[in-house]
């Protein structure tokens, strides 16, 4: 997939009203739009970039479900994040970073930028919009903000609202953040590495399950004194996320997804969620303790001409990612033109 930078050179307002003078998006795409082709968009996760190939590479890529020589397969990075799009790495008006100056971003934010992006490449509809997390939380609003756009939706692992659950752990992550004096110093773009080091480490609990660590972690002696197996894989995932990602866009990202409520001045979620007219696949993971199985159950039970379904998996939420074969199997059964 090829990888382009468009900038809107006029004012973008966010919606908590401040605004910066031009933004940039980044996308990842086959560069085969045609008005006769479908077009599949794909809505990254919170630290993933806008090439699905990378981290979705068993559902995309050449003659796989997401074929990315027959259809049209695109996906733009989120504002905020550090891959491309602006966010707090980018030059302020001083040319300096904007640290934790960057303006709030909600995903109704991100989702009007992107159908900016969408309307200068001429995209007339999208055939399958999706994504996990809160890559479901930007189908979601795709499909509310622009119902005669989006013809088919599938939503993984997400809901309609953030729960107390959800931003009692993204609370959490960004209190480790500030915890790393670094973090607030804001004097480089590594600043806060070690927070998000210790952040990314309680994110991953969220993600995960007791039985897959049980799976993954235990510890290969009978007699060990002292559990370290687990520590050490914490360690790893949180120097792997700081080797690749900067702390101020986590902040950013993480605010983000607490931002995240159809029914914000639609009469509340059930109402907004009424709007949608694509037709919809709900996918739940049983291990799930971020987004509990509830809460798809919910999606599906307030979307006309919704369907359910449910990914088994010993990993949580990440099962989204991991999953694959599952998520593969799900959508050739109710998507005929992906067969």
């Not at 990378?54 to 259809?71: C, I, Q, R, S, V």
Request: glycine residues 8%; negative net charge; hydrophobic residues 35%.
């Amino acid at each position: 997939m090829k990888r382009e930078l468009y900038t809107i050179n006029t004012p973008f307002v966010f919606e908590s009203g401040e605004k910066i003078a031009s933004l940039d998006i980044c996308y990842h795409h086959t560069a085969n739009y045609s008005p006769d082709k479908k077009v599949i968009w794909i809505c990254h996760a919170l630290t993933a970039n806008s090439n699905p190939q990378e981290w979705w590479d068993g559902l995309t890529g050449p003659g796989k479900l997401f074929d990315t020589e027959k259809f049209y397969i695109i996906c733009a990075n989120m504002i905020g994040s550090c891959y491309g799009s602006s966010g707090p790495s980018s030059p302020g008006k001083d040319g300096k970073p904007y640290f934790l100056t960057f303006p709030q971003v909600t995903v109704r934010d991100i989702v009007r930028a992107h159908n900016i992006l969408r309307e200068h490449l001429g995209i007339r509809s999208i055939d399958v919009m999706t994504g996990g997390s809160i890559g479901g939380f930007q189908a979601l609003e795709w499909s509310i903000m622009y119902p005669d756009i989006v013809k088919n939706l599938v939503l993984i692992a997400c809901n309609a609202r953030v729960s107390p659950w959800g931003t009692a752990w993204n609370e959490s992550q960004r209190m480790a953040l500030f915890a790393d004096f670094t973090f607030e110093e804001q004097n480089n773009i590594d600043g806060g590495k070690s927070g998000l080091e210790a952040a990314r480490s309680i994110a991953l609990i969220s993600y995960r399950s007791f039985e897959g660590y049980g799976t993954t972690q235990q510890e290969p002696q009978t007699d060990t004194l002292f559990a370290k197996k687990a520590g050490s894989y914490q360690q790893y995932q949180g120097k792997k996320l700081s080797d690749r990602f900067d702390a101020y866009s986590y902040y950013t990202l993480t605010k983000s997804v607490d931002s995240h409520n159809v029914g914000r001045g639609r009469g509340g979620t059930v109402k907004a969620l009424g709007q949608i007219e694509a037709s919809t696949i709900v996918i739940g993971i049983d291990s799930d303790n971020l987004f509990p199985v509830e809460e798809q159950k919910f999606l599906f039970n307030n979307i006309k001409n919704a369907k359910f379904d449910v990914i088994t998996s010993l990993f949580g939420h990440d099962g989204f990612l991991l999953e694959w074969e599952q998520t593969e199997n799900i959508l050739k059964k109710q998507i005929n033109f992906l067969n």
